[in-house]
């Protein structure tokens, strides 16, 4: 059974930073593209990074390029999202997927396995 648990959410204020963490069981990681979305009440969910299985490849939405950085370690399963100068538009739930797909795309119907979501509130 695939799991994808996320961890690292919370409460900060507008400047401040965060490293959101995603750990996977169940398949084998190095194998499949990962990446990060985020999601607000009445939203569609929105692409905010994916890096590819060997870390090669590495994708960005405009909203938090230079802000944001994704990293992976295949050795521990688990791949992060170091959220840095953060927003309070950067409020949302964010999720971990997982993805067969050899680049590393934005589209969510690419991803075939998702973790159930961790909580970010930046307040003003």
């Known amino acids: 059974q695939v799991q994808l648990v996320e961890s690292g959410g919370g409460l900060v204020q507008a400047g401040g930073s965060l490293r959101l963490s995603c750990t996977a069981s169940?398949?084998?990681?190095?194998?499949?593209?990962m990446g990060w979305f985020r999601q607000t009440p009445g939203k569609e969910r929105e692409f905010v990074a994916a890096i590819s299985r060997g870390g090669g490849s590495i994708a960005y939405a405009d909203s938090v390029k230079g802000r944001f950085t994704i990293s992976r370690d295949n050795a521990k399963n688990t791949v992060y999202l170091q959220k840095n100068s953060l927003k309070p538009e950067d409020t949302a739930v964010y999720y971990c997927a997982a993805s067969t797909d050899y680049g590393v795309p934005p589209l969510p119907q690419k991803y075939d396995y998702w973790g159930q979501g961790t909580q970010v509130t930046v307040s003003s």
């Open positions: 169940g398949l084998t990681f190095s194998w499949y593209t």
